[in-house]
């Protein structure tokens, strides 16, 4: 049997995915969260395998929560669902440590395909995310300079350049305004900008936000 976590802060995808999983007899689910702190809190009580994890969380991010359950819970394999593409987002997510990425848009049974995939081999690679993660390889450094981003640094960039003000992004992250400062400084001088309307440029660019 394989229990899994589902991470989504939206109830009707967690429900979605709870009866899809509910369906198969080689998968349960082990419990639900709508953040970081809940999926945290879960994964310290309850033995778990894997994790489906939505990175669009209120708080801290996916990115940051995928770092996290890498480093303290090292036998839990993730598997990343997002509304971005592999391009967007499953090159990240597999070098910050997910054992897979499934794009929302896909169809459910390669949610199936991927658990199982991952629960047998510890690896999802689909077609689309091997063509992202070949097409990475032969990126120029200016091209990729996002990566460069820790977790933390890349969340804040994304809020950044979707148009949220330092204030609201602390409120948004449980930080100080001043932390958030100091974040958005270590970001531009990392990828060589002066201005916000560069950062968004750039976002745009490379679609790096919903």
């Known amino acids: 049997m394989i229990d899994v976590l589902l991470v989504d ?3 009707l995808v967690r429900r979605g995915l709870a009866e899809l999983l509910a369906a ?9 969260a ?9 994964l310290a009580k309850a033995p778990v395998d894997m994790v489906l994890l939505d990175l669009s969380l209120p708080g801290r991010g996916g990115f940051e929560l995928l770092g996290e359950i890498r480093r303290d819970h090292a036998t839990v394999r993730t598997i990343v669902l997002s509304a971005h593409d592999a391009v967007q987002s499953g090159v990240r997510a597999v070098r910050v440590g997910a054992a897979g990425f499934v794009s929302k848009g896909g169809p459910p049974s390669e949610v199936l395909t991927a658990i199982r995939s991952v629960a047998r081999t510890g690896r999802y690679i689909s077609p689309e995310l091997a063509t992202a993660l070949a097409d ?5 450094r200016s091209e990729i ?3 460069d981003l820790s977790s933390r640094e890349f969340e804040v960039f994304r809020r950044l350049a979707a148009g949220r003000s330092v204030s609201e992004i602390a409120h948004d992250m449980a930080l100080s305004v001043k932390t958030i400062s100091t974040f958005k400084t270590r970001i531009m001088q990392k ?3 002066r201005t916000t309307a ?3 440029r750039y976002a745009l660019e490379h679609r790096l936000f919903d």
Request: net charge negative.
């Open 9 to 11: 802060d939206h109830a």
């Open 24 to 32: 198969e007899p080689d998968i349960r689910v082990a419990g639900e």
């Open 34 to 42: 709508a953040d970081a702190e809940e999926a945290l809190a879960i």
């Open 136 to 140: 990475f390889a032969q990126l120029n």
């Open 145 to 147: 300079a996002h990566h």
């Open 191 to 193: 990828l060589g900008m």
């Open 198 to 200: 560069e950062l968004l």
